[in-house]
């Protein structure tokens, strides 16, 4: 703990997997987690509440004269102030009052403000074709990802006159990557919430770039197996590599890019037709970009200004589908991303 003036102090940062790798150093010490989501059976403030980060998950603990017993816990949140407790082989994180437990501020991007739908012949950047209002969206338009009204199949939950984002193939090809605007940077994010739907596609189907002629992908879809095919999307971060070399790990030359992918506690989705919305917990420090098993690179860089890209990893459990097959691919549209700092 650091101490400021007279009986003033301050919360050290860390993270969860800190606290459980350092029990008896942090036992007793006042810190602040960082981006967590509290969950509990009840959804209240009680005994059983768990801490969850981008990493890991632990116990919360209530004193018992905490006047905020019993109150509404608020889902994720940017920072939540409390005391180290170790009980045992556990590490239990007692909050002191609900003025710590500190709110995300959410941007949305609801695809509503594309910068380009018109179709043109001369659009100067074909990178330009998925840049919103909000921010400068990148993807593989040729073979990827494209955007477009509702294919006639997602009629029934879409809205009709949305330009939605499309990944009709799968994370080898599909992605949507964000680049922080000229004027404005995503320093801070700390939760990415997507809201996206399998889609309904059966047999050929044909997806059109709205924007610019001759872009379009063409994959025979097959119907998705309710309770077997899986639905879902991927959060992966690109760390610029130092081109050190790794133990059983081919070197990446440096300056290119390492991707690691962020880890979602979202159940498997196992119906098509219907949007969802899953949630990342972004790394926050240096502890957290190591958690996730980055070994080299300019961690500083990212956190400094962060960069993310949206997969789709749907996949089809149907017996005889293998990823060498290009009947595997499940499309997927986006309906909403939203950002919390």
Not at 41 to 64: I, P
Request: charged share 20%.
């Amino acid at each position: 703990m650091k101490k400021l003036g007279v009986g003033k102090i301050l919360p050290r940062e860390t993270s969860i997997s800190e606290l459980q790798a350092n029990k008896k150093e942090w036992d007793g010490s006042l810190v602040a987690i960082k981006a967590c989501e509290l969950f509990s059976a009840n959804k209240t403030f009680s005994n059983n509440f768990t801490l969850r980060d981008g990493q890991s998950v632990m116990a919360g603990l209530m004193f018992d004269k905490a006047v905020f017993s019993s109150q509404n816990l608020p889902g994720e949140v940017s920072s939540l102030v409390g005391i180290v407790y170790r009980d045992g082989d556990q590490v239990k994180l007692a909050p002191r009052n609900v003025n710590e437990v500190l709110p995300l501020r959410y941007i949305t991007d609801d695809f509503t403000t594309w910068k380009n739908t018109t179709l043109s012949f001369n659009l100067a950047k074909e990178n330009e074709a998925l840049h919103t209002q909000f921010a400068n969206w990148k993807g593989n338009i040729k073979d990827g990802t494209i955007k477009q009204l509702p294919v006639m199949a997602d009629a029934g939950f879409s809205k009709s006159t949305k330009i939605y984002p499309y990944l009709p193939k799968d994370s080898l090809g599909s992605l949507l990557m964000l680049y922080p605007l000229e004027n404005s940077s995503l320093k801070g994010v700390k939760v990415i919430r997507i809201t996206f739907a399998a889609s309904k596609s059966i047999g050929p189907s044909r997806f059109t770039e709205q924007s610019l002629s001759s872009q379009e992908i063409n994959i025979d879809v097959l119907p998705f197996n309710t309770g077997t095919d899986i639905a879902n999307v991927g959060v992966a971060i690109p760390i610029v590599s130092k081109g050190e070399l790794i133990p059983g790990k081919l070197a990446t030359p440096a300056g290119f890019d390492d991707y690691y992918n962020i880890r979602s506690y979202t159940p498997a989705l196992n119906e098509a037709g219907k949007f969802y919305t899953v949630t990342f917990l972004l790394p926050t420090n240096t502890a957290d970009l190591k958690k996730i098993g980055i070994t080299t690179g300019e961690f500083n860089k990212w956190l400094e200004s962060p960069v993310f890209k949206i997969i789709n990893l749907s996949s089809r459990k149907t017996l005889g589908i293998t990823t060498r097959n290009s009947d595997r691919y499940i499309p997927i549209l986006i309906d909403k991303v939203e950002m919390g700092f």
